[in-house]
């Protein structure tokens, strides 16, 4: 069996790939959102987060043979918790990182290196911020905004435990958009409009996470964009290109069958 570690759009196409060619597969992801995985007989979920502990346990239980690392191109503990797991338990370990495939060069775009200088960055424009970030990092923001009094806008997906981070983060319910994207650029458009937004802070999240829309919704309304940079974790065996991913992962695990073989003789 594979561990698949996703959550992202992209899950669907690796498990269903994988499940077709006769793998089992394990779809893990750390909530339990609705999320398309095929109806495939050779793939189960499992929903809850992993910690390097358990997801050693749960590799030993259900007697993986590989992880396969899909998650959001920024859950860098994930990704980094999947490589020592592999290389404590001596399994194979395959990582997929969605390309970022966007044009960051040009007037109005600002780059950062993590959360706490995009915020920095975003509040010194002194105009209001649209954050569309999700609700994991909000502090930085919600201190830069509390420390010099502009306005910030999170947009967060409409799930209780975001708008509950929020508001510990002293962020009023009213200053909060509460939907689920990716969004058009009319939609992005229209959310700037509404809050008077100035500045727009995103991730490097590519193509699927919708980042081109919010690029050009930005230009139009004359917004400031900053963008957070992926986070850099080494990892073996990592495709940008699912065709590649499940052609090594099949390579791998049919080279490992072939040499139980020889061994088994």
Same mark, same amino acid.
């Given at each position: 069996m594979i561990l698949l570690l996703g959550g992202t759009s992209e899950t669907k196409a690796i498990a269903t790939r994988l499940a077709s060619a006769g793998v089992s597969v394990l779809v893990s992801t750390a909530?339990?959102?609705?999320?398309? #995985?095929?109806?495939?007989?050779? #793939?189960?979920?499992?929903?809850?987060?992993?910690?390097?502990?358990?997801?050693?346990?749960?590799?030993?239980?259900?007697?993986?043979?590989?992880?396969?690392?899909?998650?959001?191109?920024?859950?860098?503990?994930?990704r980094s918790t999947a490589v020592h797991v592999a290389e404590r338990l001596?399994?194979?370990?395959?990582?997929?990182?969605?390309?970022?495939?966007?044009?960051?060069?040009?007037?109005? #775009?600002?780059?950062?290196?993590?959360?706490?200088?995009?915020?920095?960055?975003?509040?010194?424009?002194?105009?209001?911020?649209?954050?569309?970030?999700g609700a994991n990092n909000l502090v930085p923001y919600a201190n830069e905004s509390s420390r010099t009094g502009i306005p910030l806008v999170p947009r967060i997906l409409p799930r209780a435990e975001s708008i509950r981070a929020c508001l510990r983060a002293g962020i009023e319910k009213e200053s909060i958009i509460s939907a689920k994207g990716p969004f058009s650029v009319e939609q992005n458009r229209a959310h700037i409009r509404r809050c008077s937004i100035g500045v727009l802070v995103t991730k490097d999240s590519?193509?699927?996470?919708?980042?081109?829309?919010k690029l050009e919704a930005a230009r139009q309304e004359r917004c400031?964009?900053? #963008?957070?940079?992926?986070?850099?974790?080494?990892?073996?065996?990592?495709?940008?290109?699912?065709?590649?991913?499940?052609?090594?992962i099949m390579g791998v695990l049919q080279q490992n069958a072939l040499t139980h073989r020889r061994r088994g003789r």
């Open positions: 909530t339990d959102e609705l999320l398309e #995985i095929g109806s495939n007989p050779n #793939i189960e979920r499992r929903a809850g987060r992993l910690d390097e502990t358990a997801m050693a346990a749960l590799v030993r239980e259900r007697k993986i043979r590989a992880i396969v690392d899909a998650t959001h191109p920024y859950a860098a503990v994930v001596h399994i194979a370990y395959f990582g997929y990182v969605r390309p970022g495939g966007v044009d960051f060069h040009g007037e109005g #775009i600002h780059m950062a290196p993590d959360h706490e200088a995009a915020a920095r960055l975003a509040f010194s424009f002194g105009r209001p911020v649209l954050l569309t970030t590519g193509e699927a996470g919708g980042v081109p829309a400031e964009v900053v #963008i957070v940079k992926r986070p850099h974790v080494p990892a073996p065996h990592t495709h940008a290109s699912i065709e590649d991913l499940v052609t090594d």
